[in-house]
Structures are given as C-alpha cells and as structure tokens.
C-alpha cells in the first residue's frame, strides 16, 4: 500500500516537473530577474553594497 503511494507521488512529482519545463522557457521577462536581483559590489574593495550609501571601505571611486 505504502510502496504504491510512494511510486504515485513520483510519478505525479514528474509529470509537474514536466509541464514546469514545457512552460518555464515562455514567461515574459524570466531572464530580466536575475539581472535585478545580482547583487552590486564596491568597484574598490569588492563588498557586498546594501542600501544607496557608500561602501564602509571610505574608499571613494
């Protein structure tokens, strides 16, 4: 009983997995959320910025 919920429940997990890939390459503006989201390092001493302010480094580029 356990076994056929189990070999059910991969069977449904690939079939989802199947339509996601179908789908995934015809969303509008996929690529352009990664661009958004990398983060921006400090051209002098490469730390992470967070926030509009200047880079703790005191560094002035």
Known sequence: MIAKVVVL???FMGVLAM???LRAP?????GKARDK??????PDCGRFQIGKGPCPCGKDS
């Open 9 to 11: 429940f991969l069977v």
């Open 19 to 21: 339509f996601g890939k």
């Open 26 to 30: 015809r969303l509008p503006g996929a």
């Open 37 to 42: 989201l990398s983060p921006t390092r400090c």
